[in-house]
């Protein structure tokens, strides 16, 4: 790559929370930002705060579930800004209850979005990575996978994201594409919010009686994750690749 070319990123989930600070991040270091979300109109805050730094930056609408919508969307970034090369899979959804109440519906979405999604935008997305010799794949896990009451489907959904992960790195490194996972601990997030909501708590005493079992003894911002994304997806990282970085504040017991 010449010195004046643009590597293409592209964010999923991006309209807001750890997504949005990520596109942001990525636009901070450089990157054209594909800006990927279900609603298109929904990301147009985080294409502006891009824009308005000076920037490059484009909102796409997109179901990462739907194949058809994937090949797409991934195309039109192609053409738009360039062959993405960066992909950042952090579109998720919480369909949370105890196993006896979840519903298989509950668990289809759950799996669809964030292991179907990851699964087809990587597929879309590596293509133009082997064409150029370099990619960057980050998928979004969260330390949920390691078990998590009232999270069967999404702890499951993320542990699956660590083994695509380590698979990914060890199918795609010899064509200059690294791939690796961000395990998220306590986030203050909208996700973070509605997990508060359903367990009855108001989310600023969610928040102070999480902090107080983090070692650093506060919780985690969307900007922790995202600087830990810009390193995975950055020049210095090629020899860093099918790891899981458990980004929590401290060791997860």
């Excluded at 991006?14 to 990301?43: H, K, Y």
């Excluded at 959904?157 to 695509?164: M, R, S, T, V």
């Excluded at 690294?178 to 509605?194: D, H, L, Q």
């Amino acid at each position: 790559m010449s010195s004046t070319e643009q590597r293409v990123a592209v964010v999923t989930g991006a309209a807001r929370g750890i997504g949005a600070a990520t596109a942001v991040r990525l636009a901070a270091e450089g990157r054209a930002v594909a800006v990927i979300d279900l609603d298109e109109a929904a990301c147009k805050d985080t294409v502006e705060a891009i824009t308005s730094a000076g920037g490059k930056a484009i909102a796409v609408g997109c179901d990462v579930a739907d194949e058809a919508q994937v090949e797409a969307a991934v195309a039109r970034i192609a053409d738009e800004l360039g062959a993405p090369t960066i992909l950042v899979n952090n579109a998720g959804v919480l369909r949370d209850n105890l196993l006896f109440k979840m519903s298989a519906l509950d668990w289809d979405t759950v799996m669809n979005v964030h292991l179907r999604g990851a699964f087809l935008m990587t597929k879309a997305c590596q293509k133009h990575m082997v064409d150029a010799g370099f990619g960057r794949v980050v998928n979004l896990s969260s330390s949920s996978a390691l078990g998590n009451r009232g999270q069967a489907n999404y702890s499951a959904a993320k542990a699956g994201l660590q083994g695509f992960t380590k698979t990914l790195a060890k199918e795609l490194g010899k064509f200059g594409i690294t791939a690796n996972a961000v395990a998220p601990g306590f986030i203050v997030t909208e996700m973070t919010k509605s997990t508060a909501d359903r367990v009855g708590m108001g989310f600023e005493d969610f928040q102070n009686a999480a902090a107080t079992m983090i070692p650093v003894q506060r919780v985690g911002n969307p900007d922790d994750i995202a600087n830990t994304i810009a390193f995975f997806t950055g020049e210095a990282a090629g020899f860093v690749s099918g790891q899981v970085l458990y980004v929590a504040g401290g060791p997860l017991d």
